[in-house]
């Protein structure tokens, strides 16, 4: 079974252009997680969806980060205009349900560096 | 709100060797507990967990226990291998009906030599 796929892995812009990731969860998972892991430090959480419906952005700055969740399948992030402070490696992780012991699987992560 | 404090790394020990990597958290009621592994290049993956207290997870030779009185959760091996070198993440999810948020630690680099 395949795990979480993301894509790209590896990603360099300049600051102030646009850049967006993508993600697919692993088949048949409802829930979706955008984590956020800057170098040296634990992955925060950005966004989290329940099928289509974000149930917890309270972490995404919305000024420049947004995300869609379309058909309840995959998922894409974006960062318009990209900052310096951007620099970090973005993770995706799909569960099953939304319950609290339940396993999140993570993907490789897409490493943005901001020049 | 929840955290989650781990020692510092990077631990570099023998192969062979006991490892134990400390773990203390700060939480709402009482949360799941996890502990991740990330190999380089590669994404986290669950190595255990332990829902309540006194539960013991264990996997690959690796233990910790869910200690509710010290608020405690510290990963142990008794022989460590070189193959697990990596970076070892304790995790925390919460808070009760806020669905499944991981709050992480730091990390804890290790690093096995023959």
């Known amino acids: 079974e395949a795990g979480v796929v993301q894509s790209p892995r590896y990603k360099i812009i300049e600051k102030k252009q646009p850049v967006a990731f993508w993600c697919n969860p692993i088949?048949?998972?409802?829930?979706l997680y955008w984590y956020l892991q800057n170098l040296g430090q634990g992955p925060e959480l950005l966004i989290r969806?329940?099928?289509?419906?974000?149930?917890?952005d309270s972490q995404l700055p919305k000024d420049r980060f947004s995300a869609e969740r379309l058909k309840g399948v995959d998922s894409t992030l974006k960062i318009q205009p990209a900052e310096l402070g951007d620099s970090a490696v973005y993770l995706c992780?799909?569960?099953?349900?939304?319950?609290?012991?339940?396993?999140?699987?993570f993907g490789p992560g897409t490493r943005l560096t901001v020049l | 709100g929840n955290s989650v404090t781990q020692m510092e790394g990077p631990v570099t020990l023998s192969e062979e060797a006991f490892l134990t990597i400390n773990c203390t958290y700060t939480?709402?009621?009482?949360?799941?507990l996890f502990w991740y592994v990330q190999y380089p290049g590669e994404g986290l993956q669950l190595l255990l967990k332990?829902?309540?207290?006194?539960d013991k997870g264990s996997n690959k030779g690796f233990e910790a226990t869910y200690r509710k009185e010290t608020t405690s959760f510290h990963l142990e091996k008794g022989s460590v291998q070189v193959s697990d070198s990596a970076v070892y993440f304790c995790?925390?999810?919460?808070?009760?009906?806020?669905?499944?948020?991981?709050?992480f630690g730091t990390g804890t680099q290790l690093k096995v030599e023959l």
């Open positions: 992780a799909s569960s099953l349900l939304g319950k609290e012991d339940n396993e999140q699987f």
């Open positions: 088949s048949g998972h409802n829930t």
């Open positions: 969806y329940e099928n289509e419906e974000a149930v917890d």
């Open positions: 939480a709402t009621g009482y949360p799941s």
């Open positions: 332990a829902t309540k207290a006194d």
């Open positions: 995790a925390l999810s919460g808070p009760p009906g806020g669905g499944n948020k991981l709050t």
